[in-house]
């Protein structure tokens, strides 16, 4: 599921033919061709992140201590 925003409360677009819009700034859709429309709509804004991207993030490991110099 894909959630968008806008600060428009009534930003209208159009998917395959078919007018859709926001109502009270906010868009709630699991349509893949919905979803890549609102995509390229500048003045709306993504919030909840792709499961996609979600995976794609690098697993970081962790740093292993600092080795201390000798003093000679």
Do not use: C, W
Not at 23 to 49: F, M
Not at 50 to 63: D, G, I, N, Q
């Amino acid at each position: 599921m894909a959630e968008f925003n806008s600060h428009y409360l009534q930003l209208g677009f159009y998917v395959k033919g078919e007018y859709k819009r926001f109502d009270g700034g906010r868009y709630v859709t699991e349509d893949e061709a919905t979803i890549e429309v609102l995509s390229k709509i500048t003045d709306a804004n993504r919030v909840d992140k792709p499961k996609a991207e979600e995976s794609k993030a690098p697993v970081l490991k962790p740093k292993a201590p600092a080795k201390k110099a000798s003093v000679k």
